[in-house]
């Protein structure tokens, strides 16, 4: 049998949100500095509404503070360490799921890209 954790990690997706290109930006980006954003958060396991609100909060403050890319800590929706199918299946999502609509709600309205991993259901 394999072990748990290599199960955990073939359910999760990365999702990166992009904003649309402004208009007249340089496609080579020349001359230009990328500010990069690492949001390790306080996870509370299996508590997927207050976490989700607060990487709300912290891709915010950090898309204000000027970061472009804005990658969030290894399943910060629901926490981590699940026991089995069952113990996880009841905080997956879908690709149209809360996590990824308003992550990708925030990327568009910051103008900024939001890579956030979650336990991905396929329906």
Known sequence: MKPLYIYVMALWSLWIFSPAS???A???????TLKIALVHAG???????GNRKELIRLNREAALGGARLILNTELAVSGYSFQSR?????YTE???GETV???????????VYI???FP???P
């Open 22 to 24: 402004p208009a007249g």
């Open 26 to 32: 340089d496609p080579a980006g020349a001359g230009q």
């Open 43 to 49: 996870v509370v396991h299996k508590d997927p509404e």
């Open 86 to 90: 069952e113990d996880i299946a009841p």
């Open 94 to 96: 879908t690709e149209a």
């Open 101 to 111: 609509t308003a992550m990708a709600s925030l990327a568009r309205e910051q103008g």
């Open 115 to 117: 890579g956030v991993t």
């Open 120 to 122: 991905e259901r396929d």
